[in-house]
């Protein structure tokens, strides 16, 4: 059972069917072992947007206030990044190569030794990160930002969209077959070549991307709003919610 009384929860993080990780607005991780759901009780109190790890012995969470929390396999403890700006979520590809992004344009990087600010060249806030390899990363955020990261530095590209369209979630299955989501029904798609605007059928705000092929990915945003991509067209995918979904 979860704490508190049904607390938002805004980011999951699957290793297997008896090992989930989600957090959310109590601050609290809550763990799934196969058969409930257990409270990760930590010295942290702040809202925790996001949560990623390259495997179940090494797991971070951030959110408000730059909290910064780190699993190793046996226990959890906060770390001290340097930075106080909110962070929205972390990715990354293994021990030694992990983002913090957020507030602000705010991004720090983990090389397996230190935290090293990284400037992604914004002042928005940033939403969304995948890449394919640490020399191939996309990311994107408020007012239509999108960044390219080479493995050295942030890059400015070609603008995606107006600065009235945020972008909020980002996912690929390689360098040639990217997907972006974002406000107002947007969805975008890279072919190796150009990025093309797709007919998502809807004018909500598309928050969250993921899939497991070309042929089979999912978007979700406001107003319970989810699609189905069958690598043809987008469809509707009905919920029995009237919430926002992330």
């Excluded at 990623?52 to 910064?68: K, L, N, S, T």
């Excluded at 972390?90 to 397996?112: I, K, P």
């Excluded at 990160?129 to 996309?138: P, R």
């Excluded at 042929?215 to 919920?239: C, R």
């Amino acid at each position: 059972m979860f704490t508190g009384e049904k607390p938002d929860l805004l980011d999951i993080m699957p290793f297997r069917d008896d090992c989930i990780y989600v957090v959310g607005k109590d601050g609290i991780p809550q763990h799934w072992d196969g058969e409930e759901w257990l409270p990760v009780r930590t010295e942290n109190t702040n809202p925790l947007m996001g949560i990623w790890g390259p495997h179940e012995q090494c797991v971070y969470a951030v959110g408000i206030g730059g909290v910064v929390l780190s699993y190793n396999g046996k226990g959890w403890k906060q770390l001290d990044t340097g930075s106080y700006d909110s962070l929205n979520s972390v990715y990354g590809f293994d021990e030694n190569n992990v983002f913090l992004y957020g507030v602000g344009g705010r991004m720090l990087y983990w090389n397996g030794d230190k935290w090293d600010y990284r400037e992604p060249n914004t002042i928005h806030d940033l939403f969304g990160m995948w890449g394919e390899d640490i020399e191939h990363i996309h990311t994107v955020g408020g007012e239509g930002i999108y960044r390219f990261y080479n493995g050295k530095e942030f890059q400015r590209r070609e603008d995606l969209t107006d600065e009235s369209v945020s972008l909020f979630g980002v996912w690929g299955t390689g360098n040639d077959n990217i997907y972006i989501c974002g406000s107002h029904g947007t969805i975008l798609r890279y072919d190796g070549t150009d990025w093309k605007s797709m007919q998502s059928g809807t004018k909500e705000y598309l928050l969250s991307i993921w899939g497991t092929s070309g042929e089979n990915i999912f978007v979700v945003g406001d107003n319970s709003v989810m699609l189905h991509y069958d690598g043809k067209k987008w469809s509707p995918i009905q919920s029995p919610k009237e919430e926002y979904l992330t």
